[in-house]
């Protein structure tokens, strides 16, 4: 998968490559069919097609597959700066229904990063840019990197 960065900046570059490293062990977002579209510091851009098997009884998407593709923007974002970041809690505003057929974009992006906490916020949005859900996610630093070489290798 190659992922795009808003902008070839040292920072950036380190995002994606985070992003590149998470991915490649990601299995829930990759079985869901979401892709990364881009990454940079603080921000990331994940897209998913709701599917015929992610409808639920009402025949609209189910609403814990919204709020996935929603919570794994949040982790690629809050993940970017190469501290190794855990979703803290998480809370999630259903707009308007999903349907069968529609292609969501999440767009994550920093609204405060201090010390070991963080607050992010992500839009899902469908095809029509018509905002489905609202989530907002608090992060929390562990121990490690996400990049073990400190992002120090080839970009």
């Known amino acids: 998968m190659t992922i795009s960065v808003d902008e070839d900046t040292v920072a950036n570059i380190l995002a994606r ?14 079985h869901l069919g979401m892709a990364i579209e881009s990454v ?14 992610m ?3 009402h025949d609209i998407c189910h609403g814990g597959l919204i709020f996935a593709l ?4 949040f982790a690629f974002a809050c993940n970017s700066q190469n501290h190794t970041t855990v979703a803290a809690g998480a809370t999630i505003d259903f707009l308007r229904p999903a349907q069968r057929g529609d292609w969501l974009t999440a767009i994550a992006t920093v609204v405060h990063q201090g010390g ?21 996610g608090r992060s929390s630093r562990i121990k490690g990197a996400v990049i073990a070489d400190g992002g120090a290798g080839e970009a």
């Open 116 to 136: 070991r906490n963080g607050i992010y916020d992500v839009v899902v949005t469908n095809q029509k840019d018509q905002v489905i859900a609202q989530f907002r």
């Open 17 to 30: 490559r985070c992003a590149e490293h998470m991915w490649a062990n990601d299995r829930a977002s990759e």
């Open 40 to 53: 940079a510091e603080g921000r990331a851009v994940l897209t998913m097609s709701v599917r015929e098997n």
């Open 55 to 57: 409808v639920n009884g």
């Open 70 to 73: 929603a919570d794994s923007a």
